[in-house]
């Protein structure tokens, strides 16, 4: 995994979100993928638990965030206004520099707080200790937006 990460071969991919009311794309869901030589694109269930198990989940999200945030970018000069939700563990929320780096990158990428949302499952948040709380109210003073994931899952 520390590999992969290294030569880039974790990707973000982007799933639409539409405005049911207009038809038009109001932002994406940004999902990671990993892109072997060999073996070709292979699905999160395949390798999350093990970044996960590695310690690898915030060096995952940051390169994520920074490939993310650079199409954003891209679509800005565009003028096309793009969400990006990106989903977080809730082992991430225990992080107390967690929303010290997500500020530093969207001011490497010139983005604003709530240009971006931040997805944590239902599950995870019932099990987050006080620090996780704590990292949530940080987010949201930046102006990012926290949405639960798999609601009712």
């Not at 880039?8 to 982007?14: N, T, V």
């Not at 010290?100 to 019932?126: M, P, Y």
Request: charged content about 15%; some cysteine.
């Amino acid at each position: 995994m520390r590999r992969a990460l290294a030569t880039q071969q974790l990707k973000a991919f982007y799933q639409p979100k539409f405005n049911l009311q207009t038809g038009e794309v109001c932002g994406v869901e940004v999902l990671a993928r990993w892109v072997d030589p060999c073996r070709g694109v292979i699905s999160p269930a395949a390798f999350l638990p093990t970044l996960e198990r590695s310690g690898l989940m915030d060096q995952w999200l940051y390169a994520q965030m920074d490939q993310a945030l650079h199409v954003q970018a891209q679509a800005r000069h565009q003028v096309f206004a793009l969400n990006m939700a990106f989903n977080l563990h809730a082992s991430q929320l225990a992080n107390p520099e967690l929303a010290s780096n997500i500020r530093q990158l969207l001011t490497r990428h010139g983005a604003s707080g709530n240009a971006v949302t931040l997805e944590v499952t239902e599950s995870g948040l019932l099990e987050a200790p006080t620090i996780s709380l704590e990292s949530l109210v940080r987010l949201r003073m930046m102006g990012c937006r926290l949405s639960i994931d798999d609601f009712g899952a």
